[in-house]
């Protein structure tokens, strides 16, 4: 069986007000420019116990407005909420994605499934 690698991937995101990602690693660089909206990044960090090896807590968040850009490391676990009336629209681009590697992670549970 092949591996699907794809060495770099442009997407023009759109998120309904009110409407949120589940917490997410992307397992590449990325980068993320807010064009319409505003929304928040909350970000996350793996924080395992010998019970609960997935386990994340929060470390903060960055409010985005249009114009502003974020720099992802292929480490960083975050979650995306539009916080604005309008739509919220990004430009986002990764590098290399190895989707083996990329998780969505409950922080309830303290597990962490292929996203």
């Known amino acids: 069986m092949m591996s699907l690698f794809f060495p770099l991937t ?55 407005s249009p114009g502003d850009i974020i720099c992802l490391m292929p480490d960083a676990i975050h979650q995306v909420e539009a916080i604005d009336d309008e739509p919220t629209i990004s430009f ?10 990329r998780f969505e992670f409950d922080p309830k549970r303290h597990t962490a499934k292929v996203f």
């Open 10 to 64: 442009i997407q023009m995101v759109a998120w309904a007000p009110g409407a949120a990602s589940p917490i997410h690693n992307h397992a590449s660089w990325g980068l993320v420019a807010l064009l319409n909206g505003q929304e928040r990044n909350t970000f996350w960090q793996r924080s395992p116990t010998p019970e609960f090896a997935d386990r994340v807590e929060p470390v903060g968040d960055r409010l985005l």
């Open 92 to 101: 986002n681009l990764y590098g290399e994605t190895n989707y083996t590697q």
